[in-house]
Nanobody, 124 residues
């Protein structure tokens, strides 16, 4: 059974940092790309970052470039999202998702497996 378990969300002040984790099981981790997708209240889902576990190549949405870093630990079957310089507009539920792909991408329709979300709130 494929499982993706996202964790690490919480309340943080603007300008602060937070690290999310996505623990994966039930598939060959190295053959997949993992993405972080967020959904703000009343808005559509937005892909923010993706990593290809085959070679560690990454892709980012323009809105988070230079602030967020996605990384993968193949030994632990876990993907991380380090979020720095957080803004109120980064608030939302963050999901991780997996797609059998050799390269990173943010085409959400291609992602086959999704985990439950973890809530990130950026507010003073």
């Amino acid at each position: 059974e494929v499982q993706l378990q996202a964790s690490g969300g919480g309340l943080v002040q603007p300008g602060g940092s937070l690290t999310l984790s996505c623990a994966a099981s039930g598939f060959t981790f190295e053959d997949y790309a993992i993405a972080w997708i967020r959904q703000a209240p009343g808005k559509e889902r937005e892909g923010v970052a993706s990593v290809a576990n085959t070679d560690g190549d990454t892709a980012y949405a323009d809105s988070v470039k230079g602030r967020f870093t996605i990384s993968s630990d193949n030994a632990k079957n876990t993907v991380y999202l380090q979020m720095n310089s957080l803004k109120p507009e980064d608030t939302g539920v963050y999901y991780c998702a997996a797609h059998a792909s050799a390269g990173p991408h943010l085409l959400l329709i291609e992602y086959d497996y999704w985990g439950q979300g973890t809530l990130v709130t950026v507010s003073s």
